[in-house]
């Protein structure tokens, strides 16, 4: 996870060394996340301890990003949350692998609400980024759909549309922590090391309130998320579905 700071500066100097005008870096809303709820986060809403080391690594990049502007780059920061859409490899594919072997469970009473990105708003929030002028430039903003939805229906949504049964056995989410604490531990023993198959960080997110205030988005980069996340899970689930026609 050092990599983020490493490739983010060499980056940076890059821009510097070619005279790049304009760097637009693509941070990450984990960096607020705490292990609790949080309802309508702003950008300044920084914890003073990071709760995770991919968290400290991802700001300690950004700071690196506005650190160039001393020497005359041009710096604007997204922090886009769960970005979804024809092309995700990180959030649905897991979830997909996971409930296809039967090992996803709705965390806790199911009804935690957070926010989303389109692909498609997220490309507007880049191209935004690159017209934007005066004031706009040298801060972070928060880039959502702006619409928070509870996270399982948006799982199970997926589901139905992928033709695998729903997600419907509940946990406790002191039973689901406990049981990836385990999980940790038990990897770290192992020989290799294997990616934990549960963790803590994960069932925390899956079971907690996060969304985010993307009004200085709004403001400063005229920012006007147009794609629904329905629109964008259902371009998500054709274009898994063509990757992996037989």
Known sequence: MQGNVQLTENIVEGCLKQRVRRLVHLSSPSIYFDGRSHLGIKEEQVPK????????????????????????LEVIALRPRFVTGAGDNSIFPRLLHMQRKKRLSIVGNGLNVVDFTS?????EALLSSLLA??????????????????????????????HLPQVTRYRSYGLAYS????????????????????SRLGMQVMNKDFTLDISRARHYLDYQPQVSLWTALDEFCGWWQAQHAI
């Open 133 to 162: 002028t005066g004031s706009a430039l040298g801060k972070a903003y928060n880039i959502s759909n702006g619409t928070p939805v509870p996270l399982w229906d948006a799982i199970n949504y997926v589901m139905r549309q992928m």
């Open 119 to 123: 692909m498609q708003n997220l490309n």
């Open 49 to 72: 301890r990071f709760h995770n080391h991919y968290a400290a690594t991802k700001y300690l990049a950004e700071q690196k990003v506005f650190g160039a502007e001393e020497f005359g």
């Open 179 to 198: 049981a990836a604490a385990i999980n940790e531990g038990a990897c770290m023993l192992w020989p290799g090391r294997p990616e934990p198959t549960l």
